[in-house]
Every structure is written in structure tokens, then in C-alpha cells.
């Protein structure tokens, strides 16, 4: 029995229970039983008298965000991809892949990240079977809404060598290659190929667990474009999986020359640099277009302790140190310092230090990283 004159909030209890404003003065004993629906009923004609904009608003927008779960789930069911209760947004969870099962170990190898914005929702998976690498994306309304972008769900098939029409390298990109210091051994183990039907152009392959997932090409000429329908990533990116400390470049052939040098814990990134630091506050997932790689990337920087910023040193590849910085963490960045090339300048990158200078002095270059100041 509990004897009651006002809650535990310190709150007068006529505002706890309207409907014993009169019996204010007197002293209450009710059962735990009588007190829980006494409980609930206050609740219901406190919930009743909340009628004010600002709560009827948040409460339709709590509400219209749990109605995108609920589609967001229907339109991975239909897929095949099972959402039991525990699945929650904001979190990464492992299911079972409706496309491989797990393989014959049959574990739960599909990553599934539903995210929920306000009352936007947006879902993306990827399998890490080896012989699977199923992915996509769905999002709870149509592209046009959530994106600007007319576009529904997702689902990023598999791509292959002949699908790309990629072969082994040439003689002569090879030789192109042997100029700039970078071995035919380092060309195979990172799968560099080249077009078929332009033997002039690089394809540098995009692969996660070992699986071709993109592709960005590059003439001689440093003219780039990268395969379409396929999702942006770092390059280099099984070389990261499950190391303490990373190396991030600007280029792939900045990352093929630290390979040289005796660092494979390094990735590139797959766009280039901006033009300019942004003074806007970091956008949130779906409006980081430009850096979308780093989200696709996620899993695997979220591991990492250290992390070696070694851009480009012009005006552009600062700003990109400084906007990575911004994202993965100032406080676990270090980065590079490029030696001087002459009295008035620096070399710029990883391959002008390894074509002029050695593999020795761009291993030295990446040990001497400062911790990063902005």
C-alpha cells in the first residue's frame, strides 16, 4: 500500500491526476494495482490535453519517421532480407544474406544500416561473403524526395572484367608505369588493367574482399572518368581491413608509389580534391555527396586509431586534409610534410618523391607525419 501526496517529481498531484483535484487536502491510500490504472489514466487525458503546435508536430513527425522504418523493412523483406525486431536504426547489424545463405559456414554475412533522419529513412547493405559481395540500397520514398533524385530501390548487381571490357596491361602502360618508379609486381597485386578497345587508358579496379565492385579510368593524358552505376569507395580498400593505421592519399598512383616504399595499409581517394575548405557546418549522411566514399567506408575506418593524411600538397590537397579531418577525426589524423624539391617549392605528392627521390626517402616522409594541426 502506498500512501500518496504528491509524485516523485515533486509535482502537485491535481497535475498528476486531474480527476482528484478535490481530494488535494486529504491523504490518499490506493493499491500498486489502483495506482497503475490511476497512472494510465492520467496519462491518456494528459496526452489528450497536449494539443499544443509545437507537441502535436514533433509527436506526427516521431510518427512519420516510424512509418519509413516500417516501409524500409517492407521493401527489404520483399528482397529476401529478414528484419527481425532487434533491427534498429543507427545501428550496423549482421543478417543472414538472402543471396549466398552465409555460404556453406552459413553465418550472418550481410551488413545492413538502416538510417533515420526525421521522418526520412534510408536502408543500405552490403554481403562480405567472399564469393557473394551482394549490395544495395532502398530508401522509404522515392529518390525524388529524399535525394532530389527520381529514383526508387537499388540493388547494385555484380560486375566483372568482361562486363567492363578490361584486360591486363600492356607493354606500354606498363613502361609508362616503369617511369614513374612502380613496379609490374605492384600493377598485378593491385589489379591495374586497362581498356580493351583503348589500349591507351588505365583501369584502375575498384575491389572489396576481393570482389570487382567499380572502376575509375585514366588516360595519359590525366584526363579521369569512373564506370557508372557502381558505388564510390576507397581504392586500396582490402588493404585496410583490420589494421590499427592507414595511409590516405589523393591519387591511385600516390598509392601504388607508398606499396613501393613498403606501405600497403593505404587507400586513395576516388574523387580528388575541392577547390576550397567548406565554412559550413559537416552536412548530414545523405547531403555528404561529395564524400560519400567515407560512409560507404565506413565499417572499416571505424576500426582505425591512426590515420596518415598524406594529400597533395597544393592549395586543393590541403583543403582535402582538412575536410577529411573534419570527418574521420582530428584527433586521430597526423599528417605528412613533403620535402623541398628547390628553394621556392615542395614536390607535391607520394610519386614525385619516389620518381625523384627513392623509395627510402618517401618511407621516411610517411614515419616523420606530425600530428595534424589545422
Known sequence: ???????????????????????????????????????????????????????????????????????LTQKLEVLGINCDDFVMPGRYHRLFCPKCKGGQSMVR????????????????????????????????????????????VESFGRVSEESMGLEPLGAKLIAYFGERMISE????????????????VIAFTYRQNGLLVGCKYRTVGKRFWQEKGTEKRLYGLDDI???PEIIIVEGEIDKLSLEEAGFCNCVSVPGGAPG???????PSFEKDTAYQYLWNCKEYLDKVSRIILATDGDT?????????????????????RWPKKDDHSCFKDANEV?????????????????????
Open 1 to 71: 500500500m502506498a500512501v500518496i501526496r504528491q509524485c516523485l517529481l515533486c509535482r502537485p498531484l491535481y497535475q498528476i491526476f486531474p480527476f482528484c483535484k478535490h481530494l488535494l487536502s486529504a491523504s490518499i491510500t490506493i493499491s500498486p494495482r489502483s495506482f497503475s490504472r490511476a497512472w494510465a489514466c492520467s496519462l491518456r487525458l494528459s496526452t489528450r490535453a497536449s494539443t499544443s503546435p509545437a507537441h502535436v508536430e514533433q509527436k506526427g513527425a516521431e510518427t512519420d519517421g516510424s512509418s519509413k522504418v516500417r516501409v
Open 109 to 152: 554475412s550481410l551488413s545492413l544500416h538502416i538510417i533515420q533522419d526525421g521522418c526520412r529513412g534510408f536502408a543500405m547493405w552490403r554481403c562480405f561473403h567472399t564469393e557473394c559481395g551482394w549490395a544495395g540500397q532502398a530508401f522509404a520514398e522515392s529518390r525524388a524526395s529524399y535525394y532530389g533524385v527520381a529514383k526508387k
Open 185 to 200: 609486381k605492384t600493377l598485378r597485386r593491385n589489379a591495374v588493367m586497362q581498356m580493351s578497345s583503348d589500349k591507351n
Open 241 to 243: 581491413n583490420d589494421v
Open 276 to 282: 576550397k575548405v567548406s565554412n559550413k557546418e559537416l
Open 316 to 336: 586543393s590537397g590541403q583543403a582535402l586534409a582538412k575536410e577529411l579531418a573534419r570527418r574521420l577525426g582530428k584527433d586521430r589524423c597526423w599528417q605528412v
Open 354 to 374: 619516389l620518381k625523384f627521390m627513392g623509395p627510402d626517402a618517401l618511407k621516411k616522409v610517411i614515419e616523420d607525419a606530425m600530428l595534424y594541426e589545422p
